[in-house]
Every structure is written in C-alpha cells, then in structure tokens.
C-alpha cells in the first residue's frame, strides 16, 4: 500500500472526467480544490516540510484564496522560493498558515532571497519531498515527528549557499503573512545555530546543524550579511519595521557535493528543540549524515499505520486512490508531546486540529479504530485545553488567543468522548472529563440554548442536543443518574430546530451550505426526525429530491462564477457531493428510513465519479483529512454514526478487507462481488451499483443494516453477500434512535 500513495492527489483544482448518472445532478459550490500539498510528512508528526510558493492554503502550488467554484491561479508555473516548515493539510481559509523558517538553497546572491525558482523534476512519497530548481540544485527533504532534514545537491559554484530565514510566515496572499513579535537568532559556530520566533503568541524555537565542510556560517539581516556577529536580538517586531533575518552558510560547491540541513523544533525553547534533534538523529552535533536514518524511520512509521488497513482487489486507480486517501487521514492532527507552551506538565499536546466540524464524524472514529492510542492522546489534550482555557475548542491551532472556530459549531468534543467511554478507549479520567463535557455546554452559544432550547444559527441546537445526550450517555455510564436524566431532557429539545411545516430546519444562516445540507444529518433521535418529515415514504421523498434522483444534470461553477449562477444553484437545495462538511453523512439517512439500497447508489456514485487519480482527483477540500476519511469508510462498507457506538452497513468497493484495531482484526469480506473501476480507469459508462442481499457476523445472520462500535473493535468477521438489485436485507430492522431503541420504525 506504501508504494501506491501519491501525496499530489488533491494538490491540484478538480479534474475529473465529467460525471454521470446520479453523480451528475449533484452541485458543488465550494472550492473545487483538495487544497492538500506533496511534502513530507510523518504520521501525527509535529513537522511536516514543502516547497514554498505562497500559494493558499498550504503554501504550496499555483492558487489564490478562493470560496467558491475553481481556484485562480497566482503564478504560471510551480516555483518556489525555498522550503519551509508546518503546513496545513486540505483546509480553507483558517487564517493561521504557518510556513515557518524558509530554508533556501542558492548559488545567487543574498539579494536574490524571496525570489522564486521554477521546480522541476518533483517526486514525493510518505515521509519524502524533493524537486531541482532552475539553478540546477537537487533539494530533498524527509521529517521525523520533530524534525526535518534537508539534503541539497549543488552543481558546481563558487559560492554556494544555503539561506535560513526565521522571519517568514504566512502566504504570499492579502492578510496571510505572519510576523513575529520577538525573535532572537545565534550563531554558535561548527555549523551549529539556534534561535526562537515568538509567532501568533507562541514561541517556535529551533536548533540547526548544516553538515557543508568548509562552509563559513555568518547572521543577516534586511539581506545584509553581519560579519563576526553572532547574535541577533529583535524585542519587539511590527508589520512596519519587519526586516528579514536569519543564517546563511557560505562556500564553494564541487559539482555533486551535498549539503545537510538538520532541524530540530521545539515549543519550549532552543535547549529541547536541541534533544529533539539529538534523539531522532542521534550523534553529537556538527557531523554524522541524518538523512537517510530519519528517512527510513519516517518510512517505517508510515508503513505501520497504513499496513492497519487492508483490502483485496480493485483496479490499480482504485487502490492508488484508497491508498492516498489512508494516507491523508493520517497526516492531522499534529501532535508535539511534551511540547505545550502554555502549560508546564508533559503529556499529549495536539496542537493543529484544523477543524473538529471537519474530522469529528469520520476521521476521529478511523484513527479510534487503528491507532486508537493517539485518538485518546487527542482527547486528552482537548480536555486539558478545557482546563487551561476554559471551553473545548472546535479548532485548536499553533497560536494562542480565542479564535477557535466556534461559528462552525458547538460541542463537538462531546461526541468524540462519548464513542471513546462506549468503546473503553484509554485511561482517560472519566469523572474529570464529565465535569467538563456538563460545563461546556453552557459556553458560547450554549447558554442561549440552556434558557430557550432552541439557537441561531440554527445547526447549533442539533449540535447542542446531540452533546446533550452523548454527554447524557457517560453519565449514565459513570452511574450519575440524574445529571444523565436532566441532560437526556435537554436532548429531546433538537425537534426545536425543525419546521414541522416542511420536515426541514427552519429558517437560519448556517456555516456554508443551506437548510437541506444539515437536514439530514445523523442525529440521535432519527426515528422521531423521520416521523416529524411524515413518515418514512415522505422522508425518502425529501432525500430523493436531494440527492438528485430524476433531476437533469447541472453544470458547475468555473472560475469567477457570477452571483446569479450561484444564486440558481442553491435554489436547486442539491446535495453537494462530498464538497461540504455537511452532507458527509446523509447518505446514509436512508438507512434509518428503511432504504439502504438507495445509500448503496449514492454512495457507489460517489466513488466512481468523485474521486481520482492525479493532482486533481479530490472534489473538494480534504479537510485535514475528513473527507479522505469518509472514502477510506466508504470503500470498506462500513460509515460511523460518531457519538453513537454504531456503525451502518453497506455494500463496500473491495471484494475483501481487513482492519486492524488493537490486537483484535475485523475483516469485511463478500460473496459475489464485482469489480468495478472508478472514473480514472477511463470507463464509458456508469458501473451499477451492488447491494448487500445477505450479511453474517462472526458466522450468525446479521438483518439489520447495522452494528455496534464495541463488535467492530472487539474484531471478528463480517460476511456480505452482494448482488445487482435491491434485496429486502436491512429493511425491516433499522438503526436504534431515542424513541426507537428497537429499530422497529415506529415510535412507541
């Protein structure tokens, strides 16, 4: 699976053959961008590295801010102007883009820093980045979880040069550079510096040793060498007064001499960032080559986490596609233990989580299943940024201050524990953790909800009950009776959302997307939801409208749509297609209507026409790898209801499958299956669908569409007979909701 990735899928603005069927009804008015970048990365790891441009989001490629239909380009040609560290993965405008200290090879003058090179020659893996620049040099770079080494080949120069600039940040987009507030810069001689920038409140240290025999080491500043210095003190840093800063290392280079970059970060100064370095490269300083030892153990990593999962079968696109998108999902978030800046003690500190509205129903549950050690280190961070901070955040960043995404949603973190205490995750302190899942839900838009019931934006109160009851859920669990009773009162409260009227949300503003898009998520009473639309019949209706079933084909939005293209396609109320956060899990709203053979059309659709090969093979953006996470699910047959401890059943894209949670195994395999290519493969028309006619688990029937969280991570067998037409399997038992525990699809 390793050699399959291709860290370029989603780099690119969409380009897949034009879709067909159901597919093509769907309309997409979000960024038609994956918005990811090909640099190296390890799993969960502090650092990752890339070739800089400027661009947005990740610093990486050709494009400009955008909100909706195609990406603009800013520049011609992929360049760069060097390679720089900690980049986003998938998202949008988050406003905080890191790109901190800018490593530029060069045989040009000092002067030429910031301009930037045409890249040629570009080839990434897991863990591995390199590309030539138009001066002919050779730039590789690989991380470990809190390093990077950079490995230059130069041709030959008479001066060479490698430029270490502290001072960048951000993109080269309007508002999108950062500027440090205090730094200070030291040369130490032996090819060895250090230095700390304190950027958006946060002090970002680092200890560097460049392995360039005979290569003099000096300071700079504003493009100035400082001969003999050996310090540079900035107190105080305004937009105004920035001048650049940094190191430089200076000689000749014989044709095909290499120069190595090392890099060690830290949040809690130069001293750790220094045994960061030690640790993962070993030596003791000034000498010895990294590269290659921190590339393999990166490679190592890699193979582990992906070696979790496993499938049979599937044309090579496919695999490529299920591949990378395995690899995605296991980029974010990133953790640096030991690492928090904020407060003294040591333990897991999660500090890009970019955002919970985008990972917490599919990726947090995948990284539950098989790495379910750094999915309880995550929670564990959150609920210390609970107690620092005073609320669980719904994004956290490496900066410091208020801005933690709260107009996306509320209450996020809630559901996230309660699948960890349902499936016995970790050793959290459950007690301590309650007592901050109950005081959270009275913080932000909380408080309006705790005295009228009902908030706007209106998607709130969904999210707000829904906290309710999972929070309900653990205290039930923790044998606290009535605080379980009083929240599981205020749960009931989502119906105060709807428009009895029309079976839909009432009227609000919502974060992107409209009232259909959040109408059908998965909430914790859907029976109840279903019967307030009229009933199952007139539930499906709704769906069916939604996702397109007898509507014509529609064109998507191009570069620089006009507002009334853009105004028409909302009115069409269409499912977005994997574009938005939102319609994530409606697919699968069928399911609890009795209908999984319409998910089994949608969601086929979905990964025959939505996904590719190639930089432009996303839909959207992935989102720190929440959508990449919905295709690793979606390919196995297999969707997680998060906060739920369930998980709904449908036909899956691989003949035989194999998950590794723990030391348990969970194997999806079929009976009559049949392979089907993905748009990437070239096909001329529109594979069907297959639909699950019969399913056994661990050798027993299994009728309803369904199972628990608990039996998949408790490992066993799941046996799923396919075939070309709708069967009646999974109709008559539905998934368990509040008012219908049972699944007999009616209210008591």
Known sequence: MLSEIDPFIGTAATSLPAAQGLAATWWWPKPQVGNTHPGATSPFGMVSACAYSGAYPTGYGLYTKNTEGVPEEMFDRVQASGFTHFQQSGTGAIRKYYNYVRVT?????????????????????????????????????????????HRYTFPQHRSGRV????????????????????????????????????VEGVPLSVYIEVDSP?????????????????????DRIRQTTLRPFGLLFMGSAQAGQTVEVRIGFSLRGCEQAKANLRRECGGTGGSGRAF??????????????????????????????????????????CFADDESPFWPTPGPFAFDVCTMWDIYKTQIPLLAAICPDRAVDLLESLVRVCEEEGNFPIGYRMARGADRFFRQASAL???????????????????????????????????????????????HTLDLAYAYWCTADVARALNDGPLADDLDARSRLWSNAFDASTGLLKDSEFYEGGKWNYSFRLLHDMRGRIELAGGDDAFVAMLDSFFGYGAPPVKQPGKRPPAAEMAAGYLLNRFEGLNNEPDMEAPWSYHYAGRPDRTAEI???????????????????????GLSSWYVWASLGLFPVAGQNLFLVNAPAFAHARVQIGDA???????????????????????????????????RPLEEAHLRGTDLHAGGRLHLELGPEPSEWGRKIRPPSLSDPLGTGTLP
């Not at 005979?214 to 900035?234: A, C, N, P, V, Y």
């Not at 496993?310 to 299920?322: C, D, I, L, T």
């Not at 195994?665 to 297959?690: A, K, M, N, W």
Request: negative net charge; hydrophobic residues 40%; aromatic residues 8%.
């Open 214 to 234: 005979g290569w003099r080491s000096m300071l700079w500043h504003d493009r100035r060498l400082i001969e003999g210095g050996t310090r540079l003190d900035f």
């Open 105 to 149: 090879p060069m045989v040009q003058s000092l002067d030429a820093l910031g301009h930037a090179w045409a890249l040629h020659d570009e080839t990434a893996e897991a863990g591995y980045y390199a590309a030539t620049l138009d001066s002919g040099i050779r730039s590789e770079i690989t991380v470990g979880e809190k390093v990077a080494v």
């Open 413 to 459: 973190a809630h559901t996230a524990l309660a699948d960890a205490h349902a499936l016995g995750l970790g050793d959290l302190d459950w007690n301590w953790a309650l007592v901050h899942m109950e005081d959270d839900l009275r913080r932000m838009y909380g408080e309006d909800f705790f005295e009228h019931g009902v908030v706007h934006p209106i998607s």
């Open 603 to 625: 969601v086929h659709s979905a990964l025959t026409w939505q996904f590719g090969t190639g930089p432009g093979g996303l839909p959207g953006n992935d989102d720190s790898g």
């Open 163 to 198: 430029v270490v600039d502290l001072s960048s940040g951000g993109l080269a987009i309007d508002h999108g550079r950062t500027v440090p507030l205090r730094a200070y810069v030291e040369n130490i001689g032996g090819g060895c510096a250090q230095g700390t920038v304190v």
């Open 292 to 333: 290659e030892t921190i590339r393999a153990a990166t490679t190592e990593r890699w193979r582990w986490h992906l070696d979790r999962v496993q499938v049979e079968g599937g044309s090579p696109a496919r695999r490529q596609v299920f591949s990378t998108a395995l690899y995605h999902s296991l980029i974010k978030p």
């Open 665 to 699: 195994e969970f194997v999806v395999e079929t009976s009559g299956h049949r392979e089907t290519p993905i748009s990437s493969d070239g096909l001329e028309r529109i594979p069907p669908p297959q639909y699950v006619q019969s399913a056994r688990l661990n050798g």
